[in-house]
Every structure is written in structure tokens, then in C-alpha cells.
């Protein structure tokens, strides 16, 4: 069956004599970027259907065209961007051939949509509440109304304080605070098509259910359409109906959600779920799989199969004739010759960086801790007030050892972070000390090889490298600055980084906006390393990536631990990759650790009440039956912590638990109550392992 064959209704939802009008179409949609005059196309023949109601998933890489089709969607096409060919249909009418004040209309109280930045989405020169309130306004509401419906929007997604959020700035803001801000002004018009294009990208698992749930409800109440653009395959797969797998501006494959992620058939497709951690599979249990080449460039018009470069099933066959897509049972579409051997797919080949190098088993009997840190605090004055963001923390990294640290916006993460590499100083009778001798406070203090032992690697590699110098220049300027070399010296080690990551020697005179997403954060590892750091602070350094160039990013992290024997602190929203990664996990929630322990105990349970709520809200790409533990109520403001556990006012598990009154009065101590396994909470293990097992029972 061609494609010029396919059905003319794609959804289910919309077959049969009295099917719907889709809320959106796309029929055979092309669109072209104008570059140097000739035109490069970015989208060929997409087709697709979303019924009111309905939320069809759209995944890929970066560079395969998600986002332009979101954009032409909304007919929001940069000026060099057009449709050559193909109609955008909303509710069956042509969005190319509607008037401006006619798109206007429909974007007001129609079509909303999340955009990937959610801090260029925002005016800089406004203050939030103001920027909601707009959307109020324009409703018809006065101020009044308009600011106190803000307030109710900004709460709806899990803003704590959402009154002093509103006389702030998008700059104030952190990226996963701004990214609620857009969902709050996305949904309060209730519109009829919703487009979210990676909505939770800097959300914490709690939040990201949340705001997740809003949606939901949207689907349910107003019978929102929802195409929602993600690398987060466990996202779509909680979330869609449908998904289409866009590969270079082709849809390769496409049908329902759980089929397609459970028994995928096309090779593209089985490579992006294999690049996935999985539950329960660490990185000394199995190296992640990773999808060889790179896209095509923009425009490229590929005489046969478009993905025949990087397929490991690739036949004479396929470098001639281009695949139509063809239909198998359950309305499963899939754009290749050989579809029943995908899944056979061979993996991708272990490089020799890696080869007969291991990592020491961590146990308690190896040499004393690379750093430690003993009650160390933070204390930052707000509005005359003295406001405690760090209390009391106790932790040990060990050589060649990753500790995760995981918990909501807000809890303290960045700012630990912060205190170890010296940029900001902690309170006092604060230690934190490498190798036993205590660090300066601030860099200031410091000298040059301890600043070079503790190092950080960024989440937007954006903004961490100055897009003014080349590749080489960056790099071998952190050699000099760290390692003591001349700038000769400098250079050579610097290209010696550089190509064990794997930074190809064509790209070393190339400056960072002619590299892709993933090649930039290599770029910020090599120069992280130019010092032999022995500690590694990496900050959300793959959230922005797509799932192919986050294994490759991950593998790697790990063949550096294995050569270079050096510890990493890892913090992630990604709980999965925070399990494949780690040995260890500590968790924080407003300033303290509330569960540390070894990765699998934490995840696997029984865990503080929190990091319940966290894992179990955690979505899987395999569709395992859970049931969310759901923290209640908003997050407090750290300005004014709870009185006795900071928890309890959220606490999923205090109700009937016959410690009421301790966890409304007294603080509880971080206690070991299994070999390595520390617990902040009331409850024994006994009784939290009786509650959790109960939700196990339940869940299955």
C-alpha cells in the first residue's frame, strides 16, 4: 500500500459514516527554508490527522523537521520558511489560505502553544503576572480579574508562592519555573488544539505529572486536540494515543502509541529506543546502545531510502529505490523494505575507548573519600529576611564513584553545586574538603589545581561556550588557566581532548553555533577535563538532548570514569539516567537530604515518602503498570518551611500513620536503617515498606 493509497482519515477516533472534523491536518505537507536563494526542504509529504480529543505524539531528532511542523501549524514560519506544497487544515478549514486577522482570532482563543525556550517565549521587559494577566485581558476580564486568574494558572502548575512569582522577571526565573509560566499561559484559554513542543524539558517528574495531568484534563473537559513534540519516548507513551516517528522530514513510522514503542518496525525507530536507559540496567550491567552518522543536511534529496546511511539493515535495494509506506494489522505504517527484521536490528559496535578498562566495585572498605562535606549550610538574604536554602549537609564522594542528586526545583541542588566549586561560600563551620584538606570557600581562596580538580559541565552548552573563539581556542585556553601549560603545550592537549570526544579534527577550528547540540557538549566535557579534574559537577548535561546524542553523551561520561578515575555529582530532572548512572542516590527536598543510599535501594524501595512520589511518577517508555504516589498540596516557600518534618504538609504517606503529631512538631534525623541507607522520616522502615508493598500489590 503507497502512500497515494493510504486511507483518507488517519485517527481512528475520526473513521466511520459520522467521524469528526479533525482538529488538525496535514495533508501532504511540504515545507522549504530559502537558503542563499535556493529553497531546502525540511518536510516532505507529511501526512496526519489529530481528532478533537486526541494527543498524537511527534518524535525525532533534533534537525528532522518537529518543530517546523509546529510552527506551520500555527503558520508561524520564519520569513524564509514556506509551504511548497500540501495544506495545514484546522477544523477543515486551510490555515494557508486564512486571513491575518483571521490567524489572529484563532491563535486568541483556539490554537495555543508551548514553545521549546520557554525564556524567549517571555518578554523580557514585563513582569510575570503581567504576561498572564495579558491573556486574561485580551478574554475581555478587567485587571482585577485578570491578575487573580493568573494567580489561580500559575498555582494550577505547581508554582509555590505563585503571588510573589507574578512581580518577578522571566530572568529571574529558573528554566523550569519559566517553562510553567508557558503552560500556564498556554491552557487558560482552554484552547481547541493544544501543540506542546518539548513541554517538559526542565521539569522535575513531580511537576511534570502534574502539568501533565492538566493537559489530561484538558482532553477530557474541552476535547483539546494535543500534538505534542518530545524526546521523552515515556512521555509520549503515558501521554498519546498516536505517534509518528519523523526522520529528516519523513514520517518513517507511525500507529498506535503502545504498539509502536513495544514492537517497533523500523530500523530508525528500534535505534531512538534503544539509546533509552531502562529500569534496572546500570551502567556496569550494559552499555548503551547509540544510532551511528548524523542526519543529513538540510535539503538533502536522497536518491533512495533517506535513512540508508545510518540503517544497519541497509540493502542494494534501499541506496536506489525509496520505500513507500506500507500497512500492516492495527493501522500500523512503517516507511521500509524489510520491516519484519527490525527488530533484529544489529547493535551498534563497542568503540575501543572503553575496552578492558572497568570501574573498582564502590564498597565501604575502599580508601577514605575523595570529598567531603560536613554540615554545610547556605544562608541568603531575601527582603531582610534570612532565608536557610542548605541545612546541615553530610556527604562523601569516593574516587571513580557518581553520586546522583535528585529532588524538585528548589530544593537545593544547583546551589550544593554552587558551595563545591567555590562560587559562592557556605556558611560558617562549614567544611568541604578534598582529600581531606578544606577548600577555600570561594574560588578566590583556592588555587589553581584545586580549581581544576572540581569542575562543572553545564546544562546549556549555549551559554557555557563563548561563541566568539574556536573549538581549540576554548579548550586550550582552560589548559593553560588549569594545567599550567604553555599556550603550545595547551594546544596540543586540547586537540588530544578534543578527539577522545570523539570531536572530529575537521570541527577543532569551527566555532561552537556550527556545531550541533551534542557536539557542543562534548566541547564542554573535553574543557572540563583540561585541568584532570577529580571532581565533576555535571548539571543537567543532557536534558536538552535527544535521546541518540544523550547515550552517546552518557557513554562516554562513563568511559572517562573508567580512564580517568574521576567522581561525578550528577543532577538531573532524567530519574532514569540519574539510575543508569549513578552508584549512589541523595535526594533533597527544601535544603535537605532526605534519602541517601545506594542507586538501586533508593529506586527499588522502601523509600522516604518523597522519593516515592518522585519514582512513581517517573514514565516509562515499556508501559509497566504503576500507581502515582502523589505528593498534596503546593511546595512550600522556602522562606517559611514547615514547622517540624518539611514534608508533612505534602506528605502522602502521614495520614493514619499514627505519627501525626511528631511530623508536625519534630524535625526528623537523616538515620541509617539499612547498611548504607539513610532515611529523614518518622515512619519505620518496617511500616514504610508495609505501605509501599500494599501500592505494589495494588499497581500489578
Known amino acids: 500500500m503507497t502512500r497515494n493509497e493510504r486511507p483518507a482519515t488517519d485517527s481512528p477516533a475520526a473513521s466511520g459514516p459520522a467521524a469528526p472534523i479533525p482538529a488538525l491536518r496535514f495533508d501532504g505537507l511540504h515545507v522549504a527554508y530559502k537558503v542563499r536563494g535556493i529553497d531546502r526542504r525540511v518536510l516532505s509529504d507529511v501526512s496526519l490527522s489529530i481528532a478533537p480529543g486526541e494527543a498524537y505524539g511527534l518524535v525525532g531528532e533534533s534537525g528532522c523537521g518537529k518543530s517546523t511542523a509546529a510552527f506551520a501549524a500555527m503558520r508561524y514560519l520564519p520569513r ?316 562523601h564522594l569516593r574516587a571513580g564513584e557518581t553520586l546522583g542528586l535528585v529532588g524538585e526545583s528548589g530544593s537545593g541542588k544547583t546551589t550544593l553545586a554552587k558551595l563545591l566549586l567555590g562560587l559562592v561560600a557556605p556558611d560558617a563551620g562549614s567544611r568541604i574538603a578534598l582529600d581531606g584538606r578544606q577548600l577555600g570557600a570561594v574560588l578566590g581562596d583556592r588555587s589553581a589545581a584545586d580549581v581544576g580538580a572540581v569542575q562543572i559541565v553545564f546544562q546549556n552548552p549555549d551559554s557555557a561556550l563563548n561563541r566568539r573563539h574556536t573549538v581549540r581556542h576554548i579548550v586550550s585556553r582552560a589548559v593553560v588557566k588549569l594545567g599550567g601549560k604553555s599556550k603550545g603545550e595547551a594546544i596540543v592537549r586540547a586537540e588530544i581532548l578534543l578527539a577522545e570526544m570523539r570531536v572530529d579534527a575537521r570541527l577543532h577550528a569551527a566555532k561552537p553555533a556550527q556545531l550541533s547540540g551534542g557536539l557542543k557538549q562534548r566541547v564542554a566535557i573535553a574543557r572540563a577535563f583540561a585541568g584532570s579534574p577529580r571532581l565533576v559537577v555535571c548539571d543537567e548535561p543532557t536534558s536538552a538532548l535527544d535521546v541518540s546524542v544523550q547515550a552517546a553523551i552518557l557513554n562516554l561520561l562513563v568511559d572517562l570514569q573508567r580512564s580517568e578515575h574521576v567522581s561525578y555529582l550528577f543532577i538531573s530532572h532524567d530519574l532514569g539516567v540519574v539510575r543508569y548512572l549513578s552508584d549512589r542516590i541523595a535526594v533533597m527536598y527544601l535544603g535537605r537530604i532526605m534519602e541517601l543510599g545506594p542507586a538501586d535501594a533508593v529506586f527499588s524501595g522502601p523509600n522516604h515518602p518523597y522519593t516515592e512520589a518522585l519514582v512513581s511518577s517517573l514514565p516509562s517508555v515499556d508501559g509497566e503498570p504503576t500507581r502515582r504516589v502523589r505528593l498534596v498540596g503546593e511546595v512550600p516557600s522556602v522562606t517559611d518551611p514547615p514547622s517540624g518534618c518539611v514534608l508533612h504538609t505534602r506528605c502522602p504517606r502521614r495520614a493514619g500513620s499514627g505519627v501525626e503529631s511528631l511530623c508536625d512538631t519534630v524535625e526528623p534525623d537523616l538515620v541509617e536503617v539499612e547498611p548504607g541507607h539513610l532515611l529523614r522520616c518518622h515512619l519505620s522502615l518496617e511500616r514504610l515498606r508495609e505501605m509501599q508493598a500494599t501500592v505494589a500489590a495494588v499497581s500489578v
Open 80 to 395: 524564509n520558511g514556506s509551504i511548497t506544497a500540501g495544506r495545514v487544515m484546522f477544523e477543515g478549514a486551510n490555515v494557508g489560505a486564512m486571513s491575518n486577522a483571521a490567524m489572529r482570532e484563532l491563535r486568541k482563543n483556539a490554537i495555543s502553544m508551548v514553545y521549546q525556550n520557554p525564556i524567549g517565549a517571555l518578554n523580557p521587559t514585563m513582569r510575570i503576572g503581567a504576561q498572564v494577566a495579558e491573556v486574561f485581558r485580551i478574554e475581555g476580564f478587567d485587571r482585577a480579574e485578570s491578575l487573580s486568574r493568573s494567580e489561580q494558572a500559575l498555582g494550577a502548575v505547581q508554582i509555590a508562592d505563585p503571588g510573589q512569582v507574578m512581580r518577578r522577571y522571566p530572568h529571574q526565573l529558573s528554566g523550569g519555573m519559566a517553562q510553567r509560566v508557558v503552560i500556564a499561559m498556554a491552557v487558560a484559554t482552554n484552547p481547541r488544539l493544544l501543540i506542546l513542543d518539548e513541554p517538559t524539558t526542565g521539569l522535575d517528574a513531580t511537576v511534570e505529572a502534574e502539568v501533565l495531568d492538566v493537559v489530561r484534563a484538558l482532553r477530557t473537559t474541552m476535547g483539546t486536540a494535543v500534538l505534542f513534540i518530545s524526546h521523552n519516548l515515556g512521555v509520549i507513551r503515558s501521554m498519546c494515543d498516536r505517534v509518528g516517528v519523523l526522520y529528516a522530514g519523513h514520517i518513517v513510522e507511525e500507529g498506535e502509541t503502545g504498539r509502536i514503542l513495544s514492537d517497533p518496525r523500523h530500523p530508525y525507530t528500534v535505534g531512538l529506543l534503544r539509546c533509552i536507559p531502562r529500569a534496572g540496567r546500570g551502567k556496569d550491567a550494559v552499555r548503551l546502545d547509540t544510532i551511528p552518522g548524523t542526519l543529513p543536511p538540510l535539503g538533502a534529496d536522497a536518491t533512495g531510502c533517506v535513512y540508508a546511511p545510518r540503517c544497519g539493515l541497509v540493502r542494494d535495494r534501499c541506496q536506489r529505490e525509496r520505500p513507500p509506506i506500507v500497512e500492516s494489522a492495527g493501522r500500523h505504517l512503517t516507511r521500509c523494505f524489510f520491516p519484519e527484521e527490525a527488530p533484529a536490528l544489529p547493535r551498534t559496535p563497542g568503540d575501543e575507548f572503553a575496552a578492558n578498562v572497568s570501574i573498582p566495585p564502590i564498597t565501604d572498605d575502599r580508601p577514605a573519600a575523595l570529598v567531603t562535606l560536613v554540615g554545610v549550610g547556605k544562608t541568603f538574604g531575601h527582603d531582610d529576611l534570612a532565608v536557610r536554602v542548605l541545612r546541615d549537609i553530610n556527604l
